[in-house]
């Protein structure tokens, strides 16, 4: 499940400032890690659970570690950590979408546990990305955190309230803004049927398939390998689930017009990728495709679903934005964007940070893309 320190139960803590002890998780906590980890303040995330940090594990450049951060008088958090070598750096540590804190003060107190983790361990740098405001900004900078590129893919994004689970359909489908609305019903009146598949290696192809004609000369995709694994993974951890959206053709045979594959952990679900043909022969596909998307997440109990990805706030209406349209898309379910702080990296050890951040990371990203053919981060 984890890498080897990420094992090692009873290993001394690192403790930070503020009195909080971060150490890696014994076995017990191992063993019910999503359970930890979506009892965290904020309820979680899924790019910190079991199955997110094994599938990266598996990818073969990244150890993971399930970290526990105690806390004085308060409940401890769970931090998933994806640590990468450098060579003649040592190790970064990732906390991705983390780590979790009711404040920013708590977040702050957390991340420093970690840190001095991490530097115990030898890491030369340690990167955050919380689930603060950007009004925290300020703060996060005078604890001595530097901007940096962003790795989990949601920095802003629309998250639809899907209110209590046991809400109707009916009530559900009421709540979600008036364009989605139409949108669904047209597409049903089309004929289109969204339904929820497994992720054999047939519909993997058929959703990559599609992947790959939307990202044709927009965005880079990794192999069509990864992906599989991915939704296969998340899949037999009982966290994911594949959705596809067929309309018959002229002669009565179903053609795949969309795809969807969505995460769960906790009350939460997050939308990880989708994509539906270019020639725009079937209106509404994509959004029939989202409601059942929805609708699995309210019969998995969730309270809230992440459409994954938006334009800032402030440019919300701005054309000239590359996410201008999945933006708009997105908000007809649910008008409003959640913005977040921002990716931060801290440096451990200033000499190896230094020459990483002028030409490590520059370099390291550009080999990935030239001999791998895969985005580094």
Not at 60 to 68: A, L, N
Request: proline content about 6%.
């Amino acid at each position: 499940m984890s890498g080897s320190l990420s094992g090692a139960a009873g290993l001394p803590g690192a403790a930070a400032p503020g009195g909080a002890v971060a150490r890696f998780a014994g076995d017990a906590e191992r063993a019910d890690w999503d359970a930890l980890i979506a009892a965290n303040p904020g309820g979680g995330e899924v790019w910190m659970g079991d199955a997110y940090l094994d599938v990266k594990r598996r990818e073969g450049r990244y150890r993971d570690h399930r970290v526990i951060v105690e806390r004085p008088g308060q409940a401890p958090i769970a931090v998933g950590v994806l640590a990468k070598r450098v060579p003649l750096l040592g190790e970064w540590w990732h906390l991705p979408a983390g780590p979790a804190g009711e404040s920013t003060e708590a977040v702050l107190e957390a991340a420093a546990a970690v840190a001095a983790l991490a530097r115990s361990r030898g890491a030369f740098l340690l990167k955050i990305e919380p689930r603060l405001d950007p009004s925290a900004r300020d703060a996060i900078h005078a604890a001595g955190y530097r901007d940096t590129v962003r790795i989990v893919p949601n920095p802003s994004t629309v998250i639809v309230d899907l209110g209590d689970p046991a809400r109707s359909e009916e009530q559900l489908l009421a709540g979600l803004g008036k364009k989605a609305r139409n949108s669904i019903n047209r597409a049903k009146r089309d004929g289109i049927v969204a339904t929820r598949v497994s992720a054999t290696d047939e519909h993997c192809a058929a959703l990559y398939r599609l992947l790959q004609e939307t990202a044709e000369g927009r965005f880079v995709l990794r192999s069509e390998r990864y992906y599989r694994e991915f939704w296969q993974s998340f899949e037999r951890a009982g966290s994911g689930q594949m959705f596809l959206a067929h309309r018959d053709d002229a002669d009565g045979r179903p053609q795949l017009i969309a795809g969807a594959y969505a995460m769960a952990l906790g009350a939460k679900t997050t939308y990880k990728d989708g994509a539906s043909v270019r020639a725009k022969t079937a209106y509404g596909a994509s959004h029939a495709l989202q409601w059942e998307v929805i609708r699995w997440a309210h019969e998995r109990g969730a309270v809230a679903h992440d459409l994954c990805g938006a334009p800032p706030a402030a440019r919300a209406d701005d054309r000239e934005h590359p996410l201008h349209g999945v933006g708009q898309f997105k908000r007809s379910f649910s008008p409003d964007i959640t913005d977040y702080a921002g990716a931060f990296d801290l440096p451990l050890k200033p000499a190896a940070y230094r020459l990483w951040a002028t030409l490590g990371d520059r370099l390291a990203r550009r080999a990935s893309l030239a001999i791998r053919k895969d985005p580094y981060y």
